[in-house]
């Protein structure tokens, strides 16, 4: 019988059927009205406990933030696109609409073999600057600079670590090292540095998964005559 909260609990079973016929309409109306609250305080407390929990799990599964890119290294990818990278650091090929970036070259500095333009130094470090068809080796004021291997390489970035990167674009050194000479024009470090931290890591990321290419370029030429 569902006489007391305690025969409700404990009823048989078997004779459920019969006990609820039996039943006059205030006890059922009671029973049902605890019953439904046992289950609501039951349901709340559970509903309370798993807000808590979910409450914790964002701080934990934190998604990382890559600028709204899938991964840190299409975030670079992007940043090298939209910063130019390429256009001094990938050799061009000549196509029936102009120079285009050579794809099987991408990011490997100017080409050892590649002579250096057959030019009067001495003239067009009075008179302005000249560049290869590639845009990757500049003869000026300052000598001849070559456009560097940036790729995952070894005779690229391949054995660098993210500080040497920091370093190279946040205060213009060679190979990113704290003794090595300062970078010559026109690497344009001097509008890089104000990347970001993230920015810079982002970049590192990605030219550390570009496809390796063995390629060493020229050492820089100091200037034939004494700087203007
Ligand atoms: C206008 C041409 C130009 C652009 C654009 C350019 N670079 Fe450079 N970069 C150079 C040249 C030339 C050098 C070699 C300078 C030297 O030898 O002193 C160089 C050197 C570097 C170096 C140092 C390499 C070493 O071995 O020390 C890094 C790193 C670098 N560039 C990264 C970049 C990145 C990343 C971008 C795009 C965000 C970029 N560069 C855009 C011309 C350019």
Redo the contacts with the bound molecule.
Sequence with gaps: MFDSLNNFITFDIENKFLIIQNLPIMKTTTSVFFLVCIVSIFTFSRCTMQTGENQAAPEVAAKPDYNGYESREAWGEH??TV???????TPKKMTPHGPDLDSSLMLS??PAQMPPPDIDRKEVEQKGLVVTQT????VGPWGI??????TSDATG?GN?DESN?IR??REG????LEA??????????QM?KH?TDDELKA?FAY?KSTKPINNV?P??QQPVSAAP
């Design positions: 940043l090298v910063g130019g990278c390429n256009d001094c650091h500095g100017h845009l990757t080796a500049w600079s070559y456009a560097a291997n940036l970035i660098w990167f190279a674009i050194k060679y190979k990113g090595g000479r300062d970078l010559l024009p026109p690497m344009p470090w890089y990347l970049i030219l370029p050492g820089a």
